[in-house]
């Protein structure tokens, strides 16, 4: 009675088949697959799976996931439980072991991980979990395409599902196809309006527009259904709301109103996950300096690299780093920048893909020099054909990287190098005509060069400054 119990096949939501004695392994997985898609609080639920059932490969492996960046101890000893119980799983168990056992400690291997993503996408192509860690890892690697190769393999087995629009929406933006990803987005929306990541996918392409006002109009309407959220999620949405009052020249309290309410006191309510949230708040931080608005913030800036002396906040996240490098320099806590930057360096020899995150490095370094006020230094570490955009490797969405493009301008206008300025600044408002800080910055690119264009510029800006949120 009791191998029979043991050996019992049971099928998961997606309708595969997994090998558990235990009826609630099985709700504890589903109910994981529920809060991945949905961006929730409680993926923790997955470790009451391998305490259910300590012999379900799936269960142990998705646990191991799950704690592979909390704890790796833990999420190895898990491991070994499943290797352990492969010889009686199905193989949709084996495939999604198989899969993440590459993403998981010392054996971590991006690529071969991201490949066996595509054999058990194709194979298993309704588990929309596995997709979703693929499209993570994609997004971690800068491969867009890839995330887009993925969705589109599952996409015909999941028509007219919850999740998947979303999915698609988000690597169709990240490659510019924005028309595309503004319907299949809104699509995602209306199936499900719980959705989170379609929701942000349809704040991504209008804040892209420039349709500041209605993209915040759309998120604060949502913003209820935000309370469940990771704090990651809550926390980057509320971001988006800020980017979005800042480009569009809201009033600064409304952005700052935002930063403490939303985004700094989630630090408070949920210390756990506090890597993340600082991406969101360090982020909105740089924006509103590359803007001149130090005054105002200079008491916050200063509290979050306090916080940031901390080193187990270091290498969680190349983009936490990058921030966190500028943070400390801005905040006059030379020793603890130059640690942290030294200490990129020296991990950056230990890492596998050496040039490429060579490349990200570079990246770092030069914004440690931004926050010092080196702009000298920062146009001969980047050089001259640097582009935001080509840096996606450390983990950042166009508009993440957007701000380091700001950077740049500034840099170029202090530094004598005005016509290479107005060469970029006029590139990007051919895509983003209606950003008024962006013609802003052309005016005094043109003022500097001595073109009697300023006026006109000048004038663009007043018109859209109050056109937005007015």
């Avoid at 996918?201 to 935000?226: D, G, I, K, R």
């Avoid at 480009?247 to 949920?270: C, F, H, S, T």
């Avoid at 920048?337 to 770092?364: D, G, H, W, Y």
Wanted: a negative charge; one cysteine or more.
């Amino acid at each position: 009675m009791d191998d029979a119990k043991t050996t019992a096949t049971r099928v998961d939501r997606w309708g595969y088949q997994l090998r558990t004695s235990s009826d609630a392994c099985v709700v504890a997985i589903d109910a994981y697959y529920d809060q991945v898609l949905s961006y929730g609080r409680n993926r923790a639920i997955i470790l009451d799976a391998p305490a259910n059932d300590p012999a379900c490969v799936l269960g142990n492996a998705l646990a191991a996931h799950f704690l592979c960046s909390k704890d790796l101890p833990k999420a190895s000893s898990l491991l070994v439980s499943a290797a352990a119980a492969l010889k009686n799983a199905t193989s949709y168990e084996k495939a999604v072991y198989e899969a993440i056992i590459l993403l998981v400690g010392d054996g971590r291997d991006e690529e071969e991980a991201l490949s066996r993503h595509f054999e058990l996408v194709k194979e298993y192509p309704k588990d929309l979990v596995s997709l979703k860690r693929a499209q993570i890892l994609c997004f971690y690697m800068g491969q867009p395409h890839h995330s887009l190769n993925l969705v589109e393999k599952a996409l015909p087995h999941n028509q007219g599902q919850s999740f998947i629009y979303g999915m698609l929406a988000f690597p169709l933006l990240e490659l510019g196809r924005m028309a595309e990803a503004k319907s299949v987005a809104r699509r995602g929306w209306e199936i499900n309006r719980f959705d989170i990541w379609s929701q942000h996918c349809l704040c991504h392409v209008l804040q892209y527009e420039c349709h500041f006002n209605e993209a915040v109009e759309f998120m604060e309407s949502c913003s209820s259904t935000w309370r469940s959220c990771s704090s990651f999620m809550y926390t980057h949405n509320w971001w988006h709301v800020a980017v979005c009052y800042l480009e569009g020249n809201a009033p600064l309290r409304k952005v700052l109103k935002v930063y403490d309410e939303q985004i700094w006191k989630e630090l408070q309510r949920n210390y756990s996950d506090r890597a993340e949230v600082f991406v969101n708040a360090l982020g909105l931080l740089l924006q509103l300096d590359v803007r001149d608005q130090m005054d105002v913030m200079k008491d916050r800036l200063l509290l979050a690299a306090e916080t940031l002396k901390d080193k187990s906040m270091w290498h969680v996240e190349w983009l936490l780093d990058i921030l966190s490098l500028w943070t400390l320099a801005r905040a006059k806590e030379s020793l603890k920048a130059e640690e942290l930057l030294n200490s990129i360096k020296s991990r950056n020899s230990f890492l596998k893909k050496q040039n490429v995150m060579q490349r990200a490095t570079q990246l770092a370094e030069a914004t440690y020099e931004y926050g010092r006020g080196n702009h000298h230094k920062v146009v001969d570490i980047l050089g001259p054909d640097f582009d935001a955009i080509d840096f996606k490797m450390i983990g950042a969405s166009d508009e993440q990287l957007d701000v380091f493009n700001e950077i740049w301008y500034n840099v170029l206008l202090n530094t004598g190098n005005a016509s290479k300025a107005i060469d970029l600044i006029e590139k990007q408002l051919k895509k983003r005509v209606g950003c008024p800080y962006l013609w802003r910055l052309l005016e005094k690119a043109y003022g500097i060069a001595g073109k009697g264009d300023a006026a006109m510029a000048a004038e663009k800006a007043k018109a859209l400054e109050i056109s937005y949120f007015n």
